[in-house]
C-alpha cells in the first residue's frame, strides 16, 4: 500500500514538472485583439496646395449647376475689359469692388475673413478652371482672395463674335467656407465676354497708352 502510494505522487510530480516546462517554453502566445486601423484625413486649407480643388470637387453640384445663378451681385460686381497692355487680343483683365452696402451679405473688411473668388470657363459643355497670369499671389491658379478690390488678368478661349466666352465667377466669404448657400452667403455670377478683332478705337487708345508709357519711362 505504501509503494503503491509513493508511486502516484511521483507520477503526479512528474505531470506537473511536464505541464510546467511546457508552459515555460511556449514563446507563440495567444494572437492580441486585432487593432483597428485609424488615418486622420485633415482637410486643407482652401488656400494651401491642392486646397482649391478639394472644395471644387466637394462643392460641384452646388458650383456647376447650370440652374444656380445669384439673382444679385450682393458680394462683389466684377467686368471684363480687354487688356490694352498687350497686342494679345484674348487677354482680359477682370476688375471690381467688395459691396459694402447696407444690403450686402456678411459684408466687411476684415482681414481675416477675406473674400475668395473663383474663376471658371465653360469649354465643351463643362466649366474648366480659369487661371489668372501675372499675379503677385496665387500665380496660375483660379483663385483670387481680397479684401477690398478685384483684379486679375486672364487669357480667354475664343475670338470673334461667334464664340461668346462663358466664365462663371463664385464668390464667398472665407469662414462661410463648409456652410455655403446660394444667394445667402454665396454668390455665382455667369458673364459673358466677346473677344472682338481690333478696331480703330482700340488701335489709337494703346498707341496714346504707349505713347504715355514712354514719356513716363523718360522722366
Not at 509513493?6 to 505541464?19: D, G, I, Q
Request: with cysteine.
Amino acid at each position: 500500500m505504501t509503494k503503491r502510494f509513493v508511486f502516484l505522487l511521483v507520477l503526479l510530480l512528474v505531470l506537473l514538472t511536464s505541464t510546467v516546462t511546457v508552459l515555460a517554453f511556449d514563446t507563440n502566445p495567444p494572437p492580441a485583439a486585432a487593432k483597428v486601423a485609424y488615418t486622420e484625413v485633415k482637410v486643407p486649407d482652401i488656400t494651401s496646395p491642392g486646397g482649391v480643388t478639394y472644395y471644387t470637387n466637394k462643392n460641384a453640384s452646388l458650383f456647376f449647376n447650370q440652374d444656380n445663378q445669384s439673382k444679385e451681385n450682393f458680394l462683389v460686381c466684377v467686368s471684363a475689359n480687354r487688356d490694352l497692355k498687350t497686342n494679345d487680343l484674348l487677354r482680359y483683365t477682370l476688375s471690381g469692388s467688395i459691396k459694402t452696402d447696407e444690403n450686402a451679405a456678411d459684408a466687411t473688411e476684415d482681414s481675416n475673413d477675406p473674400l475668395i473668388v473663383l474663376l471658371y470657363i465653360k469649354i465643351d459643355g463643362a466649366y474648366e478652371p480659369l487661371n489668372t497670369i501675372d499675379a503677385k499671389t496665387y500665380k496660375d491658379t483660379n483663385m483670387l482672395e481680397t479684401n477690398r478690390l478685384i483684379y486679375a488678368k486672364v487669357l480667354l478661349q475664343n475670338l470673334g463674335n461667334e464664340k461668346v466666352n462663358q466664365l462663371r465667377m463664385i464668390a464667398f466669404r472665407k469662414s462661410q467656407l463648409n456652410q455655403l448657400e446660394l444667394d445667402k452667403n454665396l454668390q455665382i455670377t455667369d458673364l459673358k465676354v466677346v473677344a472682338r478683332t481690333y478696331a480703330v478705337m482700340d488701335r489709337a487708345r494703346i498707341g496714346i497708352y504707349d505713347i504715355m508709357n514712354i514719356f513716363q519711362l523718360s522722366k
